[in-house]
């Protein structure tokens, strides 16, 4: 299966938090077989996190910059990094539309999903959802 780690997935999986032990294997299993992702809109939002208000609501990047971490985090995982062109740009334009989700970094993870046939590891509900009502236009990975 080609899956796509949503920014949290990542975050989590890297600082060994709790996930869903069938998400852990996918992972694991992508790992092993080149189809494990991420997308350059992850480095985007640890970015934008880092610099919350609320140190309690910051991401733990293991004391990191978002860029030091985005590149450690693409070593460590193996994951490719999915790349972001116009179909993609003009797909996530379209996701509000769709979803009702207009968080700008959720509809570029939707949009690569889409566009590249990749299911995205997430707890999002916004994609949980929408993969429930129609698994043919995203398909998700509870983690």
Known sequence: MRLLLDTNALIWFLAAEFM?????????????????YLSPITAWEAALALNKANPAKRPNLNGQDAATWFRQACATTGAKIAR???RIALEAARVPLVSG???PGDCFVIATARVSKLAVVTRDR???RLSAHDPNYLK???C
């Open 20 to 36: 869903e032990p069938e998400a852990l294997v996918a992972i694991t299993e992508a790992q092993k077989a080149g189809s494990l």
């Open 84 to 86: 972001i062109g116009s």
């Open 101 to 103: 989700n207009g968080d």
């Open 126 to 128: 916004i994609m949980l």
């Open 140 to 142: 998700t990975m509870d």
